[in-house]
T-cell receptor, first 111, second 114 residues
């Protein structure tokens, strides 16, 4: 059974204080790992897809990296508008296309 | 261009009742997936439909059912509601059924079961 564990559950940062969110996963074979941002009361918004170990992707202040066991979402010099819940999901290379999501990391950036 | 739309936005039901949730995908998207998100947890996959056929089913009881219409819109039905069915129900659309990296979510329907 695919498993995704995200840590920490919650993170409070001061504006400009860089940090990283972790997503550890267990799958029989990785088809893809996805990062989403979710604002309160809204649906998740797609950020990145990573496919193989060593891959990195960047978007503004966010950078996602992937190893064989985990992914990191690095946030550089965050701003209050980066406050949201960040979700990680994996898609295994088995026959189904059913993604497994983690519980998310709730990020609050104080001005 | 309009994103994924869902209706209703909020819904309050009592135990034992039935509910129907609706989703309209992005124009041109043929695949619709449904997720249940309980407060404080990540979305849990319920169904995926593509070209009106079920292509994936998560670990949910038979009280949950869905269908997709010729215009690619979709309905999620839940019978005999339980308190534990209270959650945010999300719909996501993608161009093809394998394109989870191009999956766009709607705002969700907040279901409260009393």
């Amino acid at each position: 059974e695919d498993q995704v564990t995200q840590s920490p559950e919650a993170l409070r940062l001061q504006e400009g204080e860089s940090s990283s969110l972790n997503c550890s996963y267990t799958v029989s074979g990785l088809r893809g790992l996805f990062w989403y941002r979710q604002d309160p009361g809204k649906g998740p918004e797609f950020l990145f897809t990573l496919y193989s170990a060593g891959e990195e992707k960047e978007k503004e202040r966010l950078k996602a990296t992937l190893t064989k066991k985990e992914s990191f979402l690095h946030i550089t010099a965050p701003k209050p508008e980066d406050s949201a819940t960040y979700l990680c999901a994996v898609l295994s290379s088995g026959g189904s296309y059913i993604p497994t999501f983690g519980r998310g990391t709730s990020l609050i950036v104080h001005p | 261009d309009a994103g994924v739309t869902q209706s209703p936005t909020h819904l309050i039901k009592t135990r034992g009742q039935h509910v129907t949730l609706r989703c309209s995908p992005i124009s041109g998207h043929k695949s619709v997936s449904w997720y249940q998100q309980v407060l404080g947890q990540g979305p849990q996959f319920i169904f995926q439909y593509y070209e009106k056929e079920e292509r994936g089913r998560g670990n949910f009881p038979d009280r949950f059912s869905a269908r997709q219409f010729p215009n690619y819109s979709s309905e999620l039905n839940v019978n005999a509601l339980l308190l534990g069915d209270s959650a945010l129900y999300l719909c996501a659309s993608s161009p093809e059924f394998r394109d989870h990296n191009e999956q766009f979510f709607g705002p969700g329907t907040r279901l409260t079961v009393l």
